[in-house]
């Protein structure tokens, strides 16, 4: 499935740190929230964030089914090539990437939006209700659902159909391929069952009745067109869903630059506010220089994350050939960065803990050499 061994190293690295860090920044906020209940403010925030570690965490559910099933698979991966990507379990996989990801991408909006609101109206956010950005993060979840699920349920996105047989080159075909063979298949035999050629359940019961040895063993979706059951985001226009998967790196790509515009207002803001003191500049300066780092951080994660998704897709769509191996590559590298580092990013929690750990470990390089030590030496 997975046939480099750094990457295989990075995945399970990845896949650790996502489930972990999440996990950890949702029992805390959960429990800062049942602290704060009586706080609307920060109770919306606290909402957001555990929204945001849920929908994080689940793509690194995702990665360990991919994981899992390489040690499964390993050294023999070619026998069950077609069985594990028409199945069920790599379907699913393949939707909680996708409901991981877009919900994920719908939450940092969402963040972004209240963030601007609190920055602009610091005194009404206080007071203010957290109902509308709760609903608000129960829409995403809906939203990504339903998206994940659509590609799941009808035949326009079913790319092919694993059909074992003598008479094609290949052991995946077209559902129009299948259909021409069970007509050919009748007339030559002179079968008293009818076939309706537009019905694809029609064509499926037929051979399964009369000749169930060229009866079709499963079909390849939206999801299995890679062994990491990837959505299939680079397309081509003779992909009949192509519309689909750009639309929907449309709108990542346009979450990406209001994520960038609002956190950019939100250092304008912030840098703009009147100071009444030296003291208070210089603390409003330090608050300043941190706050940049964490918008700087949030969106470079962000560009790393969907920027070189969102190109490759929209160059593939114009036909130019992507290299081998991108699907696997965007599946373990660039989808998973968001996950891995949003906790970091979004919550305070994680931060403070990675500063504390690297203050410890990191050696004090600028003190001086002991001399009586040197002397002795």
């Given at each position: 499935m997975?046939?480099?061994?750094?990457?295989?190293i990075w995945?399970?690295f990845?896949?650790i740190?996502?489930?972990?860090?999440?996990c950890?920044?949702a029992?805390i906020?959960v429990r800062?929230?049942n602290?704060r209940?009586n706080?609307?403010a920060?109770?919306?925030n606290?909402?957001?964030?555990?929204?945001?570690?849920v929908s994080?965490?689940l793509m690194?559910?995702?990665?360990?089914?991919?994981?899992?099933?390489?040690?499964q698979f390993?050294?023999?991966?070619?026998e069950?090539?077609?069985?594990?990507?028409?199945?069920?379990?790599?379907?699913?996989?393949?939707?909680?990437?996708?409901?991981?990801?877009?919900?994920?991408?719908?939450?940092?909006?969402v963040?972004t939006?209240y963030?601007?609101?609190?920055?602009?109206?610091?005194?009404?956010?206080?007071h203010a209700?957290?109902k509308?950005w709760?609903i608000?993060a129960?829409?995403s979840?809906i939203?990504?659902?339903?998206?994940?699920?659509?590609?799941?349920t009808t035949?326009?996105f079913?790319s092919?159909?694993?059909f074992l047989?003598?008479?094609?080159s290949?052991?995946?075909?077209?559902?129009?391929?299948v259909?021409d063979?069970?007509?050919?298949?009748?007339?030559?035999?002179n079968?008293?069952?009818d076939i309706d050629?537009?019905?694809?359940?029609s064509?499926?019961s037929?051979?399964?009745?009369?000749?169930p040895?060229?009866?079709?063993?499963g079909?390849?979706?939206?999801?299995?067109?890679?062994?990491v059951?990837m959505?299939r985001?680079?397309?081509n226009?003779?992909?009949?869903f192509?519309?689909?998967?750009?639309?929907?790196i449309t709108f990542n790509f346009?979450s990406?630059?209001?994520v960038?515009?609002?956190?950019?207002?939100i250092?304008?803001?912030?840098k703009?506010?009147?100071i009444?003191s030296n003291?208070?500049?210089?603390?409003n300066?330090?608050?300043n220089?941190?706050?940049?780092?964490r918008?700087a951080?949030?969106?470079?994660?962000?560009?790393?994350c969907?920027v070189p998704?969102c190109?490759?897709?929209?160059?593939?769509v114009i036909?130019v050939?992507l290299?081998?191996?991108?699907?696997?590559?965007?599946?373990?590298?660039l989808?998973?960065?968001?996950?891995?580092?949003n906790?970091i990013?979004?919550?305070?929690?994680?931060?403070?803990?990675?500063?504390?750990?690297?203050?410890r470990i990191r050696p004090?390089?600028?003190q001086?050499?002991?001399r009586d030590a040197?002397?002795?030496?």
């Open positions: 997975i046939d480099n061994l750094g990457l295989k995945l399970w990845v896949t740190l996502t489930i972990a860090g999440n950890y920044v029992i906020s800062n929230l602290e209940k706080k609307d920060s109770v919306c606290h909402v957001l964030i555990i929204n945001l570690t994080d965490c690194g559910v995702y990665l360990m089914i991919v994981l899992v099933k390489d040690v390993a050294g023999r991966y070619s069950f090539d077609y069985e594990w990507r028409s199945s069920l379990l790599c379907s699913l996989a393949g939707s909680l990437c996708v409901i991981s990801s877009q919900t994920s991408c719908f939450l940092m909006a963040l939006g963030r601007l609101y609190s920055v602009n109206c610091p005194f009404k956010a206080r209700s957290a509308p709760i608000a129960v829409s979840w939203i990504s659902i339903i998206v994940a699920l659509v590609s799941n035949r326009y079913k092919k159909v694993l047989n003598h008479f094609s290949s052991d995946t075909v077209t559902h129009d391929y259909t063979f069970a007509c050919r298949l009748a007339i030559l035999t079968t008293s069952q050629e537009s019905n694809w359940e064509v499926q037929f051979l399964m009745d009369e000749f040895q060229y009866a079709p063993i079909e390849i979706g939206y999801y299995g067109t890679t062994s059951c959505p985001l680079y397309v226009r003779s992909d009949s192509w519309i689909y998967s750009i639309v929907m346009l990406f630059f209001f960038l515009s609002g956190f950019g207002l250092a304008w803001k912030m703009k506010r009147p009444k003291n208070a500049q210089k603390q300066a330090k608050r220089a941190k706050m940049n780092q918008i951080r949030i969106i470079m994660s962000d560009f790393l969907w998704i190109i490759m897709a929209y160059v593939s036909g050939k290299p081998d191996g991108v699907e696997i590559f965007t599946a373990g590298v989808l998973p960065i968001n996950s891995a580092f906790p990013l979004y919550s305070p929690y994680i931060e403070a803990k990675v500063k504390y750990l690297w203050k004090n390089c600028n001086r050499p002991n040197i002397e002795r030496y």
